[in-house]
């Protein structure tokens, strides 16, 4: 019994051990340190059987058998072995655009294999078909490249003909020891890096612009602001300057009294003086022709003298045609200022004639008669107003400055202390038609401050948070306009300068720059006004009434070219325009160019020799056509609009053929003997200092360097520009 007994306790050994996968671990787990009391339970639970095969990670079944059929150990997976991170340091922008790994060196090993090693760390291949393969930045990087350095070309050139005007020697920056230090980054290249990363338009903000503070050799100051015209450039005209009048016929006295202007000459026998000045009036019916024309020509632009107070007040009392009106210096200087402007306008006569000259010199002689800083009346504002409006249109580019002093002067004479002009008339118990002629003087008024402030970049001399002035209603025009010229804004202009002009100024000219959100806020506010209240006049033959249907065509879109073509500037930085966060602007600002320069066009060819002698038409449209070059010379390509350089090519002619009669249209233009090869700039971005060139605009856009100055052998057309100051 007892062998049978070890027989079968041998037998069933060897049944466990060829059981067991191998021997090292069967005994290993037969290693018990000490023997522990089992519970009930725990002695009659079976330990679960050990299976020869095991499941590995990704459940793939495997059998530990060797090739000699032996059963092998089981091969514990290799533990991974990672390299050290760099902390601090991220993947280019290349790299983890393809979502591939980086080594963190400057050029990657990835992007030099892939040929796009001048883009690492921070640039990136444009998206698109074929951009994963090797090379697929060349041609974007030569684009680049060129563009580049047509610029950086183009500001040598211009900088070097500014610095020959000052002196004979070569500017520090145009040396050649400054070739070889390192470049910076660009402009453009930070602005692509912007639009990778994705900002978005409303968190965008424009950048600041504070103008420019010009200085003379005698250290004379003048300041342009940031929405400044860009047409005043300091070059050298090629056409003649107007014939000025020699005023010494007009004898010491007045000339005296001229030249104290705005001051009163001490001990002047002012009876005397006047008595002089009404000796050199024209007949009566000369007067009466100059008022008619001053109000036909000039009415659809302001409203300041309306013709019954002309013809039934102020032009009696003068030729002592009724002996119970009574006039001073200051009611004869606003006759004289009237007449000024007619003969300015008559168009039997050439521009910057000799006879609006005399009648000006008249006018700024009556007006020191009496004091202009303490003396003030109704009729001293408006002729300050009439005044400035004879300078801006005198063709003389040092009366500009005066233009703007003039109108301040007006603006701070219409404040409370004197009389109340912006305050309501019915506060001083004014009634009827002296209430209505109160106010619309005064809103033709603020409309002309808040134009001037952004014509030259300067704030307004009147602040919308102090006027308490109403707009005069549709029936009070409607009564007391009867038999007047027809205006070319009225009351439809009142609305749209409360509306939109004085939002649009204190955005413009803010000194805090404001967001592009805000500038979007008041581009909807500015269509929503126009969508509702604008204007359907019908054609007429009369030049007044036509002159108020072209200044009514487009008053919307010049508010829209000014609110935006800052932000327009600031998108022509981006290599695509469109896809930049000031995209809404660009578009904005093209097609208001385009409607501008389209009725400047169109009007032109109806009344040349009026539309000619108005500056600030020409102010408007060289604006205008400055954006439209812009837009020719990035390649930007507008779906739905009028094609770029047709518009340039349209707006050389309009130029052009104006320059012959108008000095502000003959200042947009560089004739073709002023251009030199120093000053072609073919690929010049956008620049608030362009001058039309007086041939038609190249239309290559990117030329390579042996092609920049191919207008030496080939009479090419192209976009020229000389350094100026902004006005």
Not at 654 to 664: N, P, V, W
Not at 704 to 726: M, Y
Request: glycine share 4%; hydrophobic share 35%; with cysteine.
């Amino acid at each position: 019994m007892r062998v049978n007994r070890i027989r079968q306790i041998f037998a069933a050994a060897r049944h466990f051990l060829s059981s067991c996968t191998h021997l090292p671990t069967c005994l290993a787990r037969t290693r018990i340190a000490a023997p522990q009391r089992r519970s009930r339970r725990q002695v009659r639970a079976r330990p679960p059987p050990i299976h020869p095969r095991r499941h590995t990670r990704r459940g793939r079944v495997r059998k530990h058998i060797s090739g000699s059929g032996e059963r092998a150990p089981p091969q514990r997976p290799p533990r991974k072995t990672c390299s050290p991170t760099r902390r601090g340091e991220i993947a280019c922008a290349e790299c983890r655009r393809l979502k591939v790994k980086c080594d963190r060196t400057i050029p990657c090993s990835t992007c030099v294999k892939r040929g796009c090693a001048a883009l690492c760390p921070n640039g990136t291949i444009p998206p698109g078909e074929g951009s994963r393969f090797v090379l697929a930045a060349t041609e974007h990087l030569e684009h680049r490249r060129a563009t580049m350095e047509a610029r950086m070309h183009a500001l040598e050139d211009a900088l070097a003909i500014l610095h020959s005007t000052q002196s004979d020697d070569t500017h520090p920056l145009l040396l050649e020891s400054l070739e070889e230090e390192p470049f910076e980054p660009s402009p453009e290249d930070l602005a692509a890096d912007q639009e990778d990363s994705g900002t978005p338009a409303e968190e965008a903000l424009p950048t600041r612009s504070v103008g420019a503070l010009h200085m003379d050799e005698l250290g004379s100051s003048r300041f342009y602001g940031p929405s400044g015209g860009s047409e005043d450039l300091d070059v050298l005209s090629t056409r003649a300057a107007p014939q000025e009048l020699d005023p010494t016929y007009l004898g010491p006295e007045i000339n005296n009294a001229y030249n104290s202007f705005p001051f009163t000459p001490p001990g002047m026998a002012v009876s005397a003086v006047q008595s002089a000045i009404e000796s050199f009036l024209p007949s009566v019916e000369r007067a009466v022709t100059l008022i008619d024309t001053m109000l036909e020509h000039l009415s659809w632009m302001f409203r300041i003298v309306s013709r019954a107070e002309i013809m039934n007040t102020v032009l009696p009392a003068v030729y002592k045609q009724d002996s119970s009106l009574s006039y001073g210096p200051h009611e004869l200087s606003l006759l004289l200022s009237v007449l000024a402007l007619g003969a300015l306008v008559d168009l039997n006569q050439g521009p910057y004639n000799l006879e609006a000259q005399h009648y000006y010199h008249l006018t700024r002689a009556a007006i020191t008669l009496q004091p202009v800083l303490t003396d003030q009346s109704m009729a001293t504002v408006k002729t300050l107003h009439l005044m400035s409006l004879y300078n801006g249109m005198s063709g003389q580019e040092s009366a500009l400055e005066p233009t703007y002093n003039l109108l301040s002067m007006a603006g701070q004479a219409a404040l409370p202390y004197t009389h109340g002009a912006d305050i309501d008339p019915s506060m001083w118990q004014f009634t009827g038609q002296e209430a209505y002629e109160r106010r619309a003087y005064f809103w033709n008024l603020l409309a002309a401050i808040m134009w001037q402030s952004l014509v030259t970049g300067r704030p307004p001399i009147i602040l919308s948070t102090f006027i308490d002035c109403r707009i005069p209603t549709s029936e009070e025009e409607e009564l007391y306009q009867e038999g007047e010229v027809p205006v070319g804004f009225g009351v439809w202009g009142y609305r749209a300068s409360v509306a939109c002009l004085v939002p649009l100024v204190l955005t413009t000219l803010s000194t805090n720059t404001p967001s592009y959100a805000k500038i979007l806020e008041v581009d909807k506010q500015i269509r929503d006004f126009f969508g509702v209240a604008r204007d359907s006049t019908a054609e007429s033959e009369r030049t007044s009434a036509a002159m108020r249907v072209f200044v009514r065509s487009h008053y919307e879109d010049l508010m829209m070219l000014f609110l935006h073509r800052g932000c327009f500037a600031e998108a022509m930085a981006y290599p695509n325009p469109l896809r930049s966060p000031y995209a809404p602007s660009v578009q904005a600002a093209y097609k208001s160019a385009c409607i501008v320069l389209a009725d400047t066009q169109e009007h032109y060819a109806k009344n040349p020799m009026l539309l000619s002698r108005v500056w600030r038409i020409w102010s408007n449209a060289f604006s205008a056509a400055v954006v439209v070059g812009t837009v020719a010379r990035k390649g930007v390509q507008l779906s739905g609009m009028p094609d770029p350089f047709e518009q340039l090519d349209s707006a050389v002619e309009l130029f052009r053929k104006a320059s012959g009669s108008s000095s502000r249209a003959e200042r947009g233009l560089v004739s073709s003997s002023m251009i030199s090869p120093a000053s072609c700039i073919q690929c010049l971005s956008f620049s608030p200092y362009w001058k039309l060139c007086a041939r038609k605009p190249c239309r290559r856009r990117t030329p390579r360097r042996s092609q920049r100055h191919s207008h030496r052998r080939d009479p090419t057309p192209c976009l020229s520009s000389a350094d100026s100051r902004a006005m």
